[in-house]
């Protein structure tokens, strides 16, 4: 079993901050990189940025310059810091890991239940 725990969502006024942690447990032989999605209402859910275990970032353009993901310290943790928030930042964010289990031969994306996120004032 392998879960990813999200924390840190909530409600904020436009241009505030918010972090995000995502920690992944369970029975894991190896993680290739984590990253962060959303969806607001509505909508699909969409890519917001993710890293590779390897050190390659990718972000969304509507959040490059504002938010920032990166590597916990502890293992197999990330962190989405979220900075000048738009209302239109506005969903529930996913956190997603690329994982490899001792039952399986290749990694294979896990989701997070979503913590929610509102900007609005």
């Known amino acids: 079993q392998v879960q990813l725990v999200e924390s840190g969502g909530g409600l904020v006024q436009p241009g505030g901050s918010l972090r995000l942690s995502c920690a992944a447990s369970?029975?894991?032989?190896?993680?290739?990189?984590m990253g962060w999605y959303r969806q607001a209402p509505g909508k699909e859910r969409e890519l917001v940025a993710t890293?590779?275990?390897?050190?390659?970032?990718n972000y969304a353009d509507s959040v490059k310059g504002r938010f920032t993901i990166s590597r916990g310290n502890a293992k197999n943790t990330a962190y989405l810091q979220m900075d000048s928030l738009k209302p239109e930042d506005t969903a529930v964010y996913y956190c997603?890991?690329?994982?490899?289990?001792?039952?399986?031969?290749?990694?294979?994306?896990?989701w997070g239940q979503g913590t929610q996120v509102t900007v609005s004032s």
């Open positions: 890293f590779t275990f390897s050190g390659i970032t």
């Open positions: 369970g029975s894991i032989f190896s993680v290739n990189g």
């Open positions: 997603n890991a690329q994982i490899k289990t001792p039952t399986t031969l290749m990694f294979v994306p896990y």
